[in-house]
């Protein structure tokens, strides 16, 4: 007998996990700003700290020839050293960095094979987890979307769906950028490959798992199994899941997360119509696949 509750906290856990790490990722690609503790002084300041000591290197300018050959013009030298003393030190404060304003070591600065092997690994990592713990718990396969007897049919679907869905997405990106709304796409410059071998990693290797492991997140445990198990009305979980996982995206931006969440809720409305986890994966991971062909390959000239 499945052990639906057990599923769910564990699946809450995965998600919880997954949340933290997306929001990590957002800080790192948000912040490393380095920081100067001294601003530069106005000249007003200049002045005001060259007077604070009560001299000014015009203080002693009026000396007999006297005073200067009997050598009593060591009061003025020190007098004019003391204002050079005060002026080097307003100087240096002004060119003053604390030693802790050096950036913090990011996942930006990982090599690029070394990143999209990273995003790979910790992807699969909780798509791991989540499938074991759906065997553990004897989740039946229907209510995860696994249907086999009907893949030929699903897999054009799910191409039909991605083409659709990308170029959609693209439509509201160009609308989006004329009504003056910038989506975030320093997540998407940091993944970009920048050769052959890199876009085949990125390709074959990374885009699939992610497509994979969120989809069997976000669709297959927290709409199919929750609903199937607790009897909660799938589009309700349609809507939750979405909200979950656009803030799963919050690198990309607000308007990137909006658009997360339509997509969402698009793939969620797909899943309870179909019953079929393929469909999602694949137009999940055909969105992902041309917009970088498209906006990092072809656009800049790395895919040729």
């Known amino acids: 007998m499945p052990d639906w509750t057990t599923f769910a906290g564990l699946a809450g856990v995965v998600l919880a996990l ?32 060259r007077g604070s000591s009560g001299t000014s290197t015009s203080a002693r ?73 759906a065997w553990w718990t004897g989740i039946p396969h229907a209510a995860l ?17 991605g083409l659709a869905l990308w170029l959609a997405n693209e439509l509201a990106g160009r609308a989006g950028t004329r009504f003056g709304f910038e989506g ?24 699939p798992v992610v497509a994979l492991v969120e989809e069997f997140l976000f669709r297959a445990a927290l709409v199919g199994a929750l609903g199937a198990g607790f009897g909660v009305q799938p589009w309700l979980l349609v809507v939750g899941s979405s909200v979950a996982f656009a803030l799963g995206h919050g690198a990309q931006g607000r308007a990137g997360m909006l658009v997360t969440g339509v997509l969402g809720l698009v793939f969620g409305a797909a899943f309870v119509l179909t019953g079929s ?11 992902n696949a041309l917009e970088f062909v498209v906006h990092e390959g072809l656009d800049r000239g790395t895919v040729r």
């Open 145 to 161: 979307g696994l249907a086999p007897d009907a893949t030929p049919r699903f897999l054009g679907l799910g191409v039909v769906l």
């Open 277 to 287: 986890l393929l469909v999602v994966v694949v137009a999940h991971y055909l969105v």
């Open 61 to 133: 300018n009026d000396f007999s020839p006297e005073e200067w050959r009997w050598g009593t013009n060591d009061v003025a030298s020190a007098e004019v050293a003391e204002v050079d003393d005060s002026v080097g030190s307003v100087e240096s404060e002004r060119l003053h960095v604390s030693p802790d304003s050096s950036p913090e070591p990011s996942v930006a600065d990982l090599p690029k094979p070394a990143l999209l092997v990273n995003a790979a690994l910790s992807q699969a990592l909780f798509g791991a987890v989540l499938a074991v713990a």
């Open 184 to 207: 975030g796409e320093e997540l998407r410059a940091l993944l970009a490959p920048e050769t052959p071998g890199e876009w085949v990693l990125l390709l074959a290797g990374v885009l």
């Open 18 to 49: 997954l949340l933290a790490l997306a929001h990590l990722t957002q800080s790192q690609l948000t912040g490393g700003t380095e920081h100067v503790d001294a601003a530069a002084p106005s000249d007003s300041g200049d002045a005001a700290d």
